[in-house]
């Protein structure tokens, strides 16, 4: 469900391994793409109220549901992302879908400071994590349903990259915290470990295990793309985290595929 950035590719990706995979869009221009790839289409949308679109047909023969759509706040809507998400979940328990992946985000843990793993107590300051992460709760802890959660750092890949949006800016604060970021591949290879695993009713934090600070980083993909460099404070004392996959990615050796 959200045949997006994420969505889409992994789709398609699991098509070429010889899945049948339903996909889902809010819009109809973006049906006959979907049909290309292989995807069985359906244009679904979510809302506080109802759900638009054919849910329970989009909701058969399904074995497992990746759920991946994240909230809209950024853009000001004042969404509310976890009735949403509280009608979604409503129409699953409905249906035969008893295994989920739940996409989040590093997000949900806020502020809190030093290493982070999945024991980690997440303490979103955001809207939108304080929403992710009562939505993904919702999921995790219905004993109904088998659950992961995937939590993701920053989201990098083709055509997406901070370093677009942070060139030439000026007095950037907390240029010595270390990033925090994952490549789209990773991304895909991850979840399609998860259900070929069986890694169920589990929180999986999904960062690269690579983190100079954003200062050093940063400067150095600038300089890749002959971008102006970002401007960072010298001295500032904000909290800052490494986000490390503590469970199942660390105990199974995973191998991360596509370096940042």
């Known amino acids: ?56 047909d989009f909701l058969q023969q ?45 997000s949900v843990y806020g502020t809190v400071d030093g290493k982070v793993t999945e024991e980690t107590t997440p303490v979103p300051i955001t809207e939108s994590g304080k929403q992710l992460f009562r939505a993904e709760t919702l999921f995790h802890a219905d004993a109904d349903l088998q659950t992961t959660v995937v939590r993701f750092g920053g989201l990098i890949g083709p055509d997406r990259h901070p370093i677009t949006m942070l060139t030439g800016k000026k007095g950037l604060s907390n240029g010595n915290a270390p990033i925090n970021l994952i490549h789209l591949n990773d991304c895909i290879h991850i979840i399609k470990a998860i259900f070929l695993n069986s890694w169920y009713d589990e929180i999986i934090n999904g960062v690269y295990p690579y983190h100079p600070t954003k200062r050093q980083y940063y400067g150095e993909e600038a300089r890749k793309r002959n971008l102006q460099e970002p401007d960072y404070q010298e001295d500032t004392e904000e909290k800052s985290k490494i986000i490390v996959p503590k469970t199942l990615l660390t105990v199974k050796n995973y191998k991360f595929t596509t370096s940042l």
């Open 1 to 56: 469900m959200g045949c997006g950035w994420l969505g889409l590719p992994l789709a398609s990706s699991l098509v070429e391994d010889g899945y049948r995979v339903h996909g889902s869009t809010t819009s109809n221009e973006k049906v006959k793409s979907l049909e290309e790839k292989g995807i069985r289409p359906f244009v679904i949308s979510l809302h506080e109220q109802a759900i638009d679109g054919d849910i329970y």
């Open 62 to 106: 399904i074995e497992v549901l990746v759920l991946n759509v994240p909230p809209k706040l950024r853009s000001r809507t004042g969404e509310n992302y976890v009735k949403k998400m509280e009608l979604l979940h409503s129409e699953i328990k409905k249906s035969a879908v008893r295994k989920i992946i739940f996409i989040s985000s590093t």
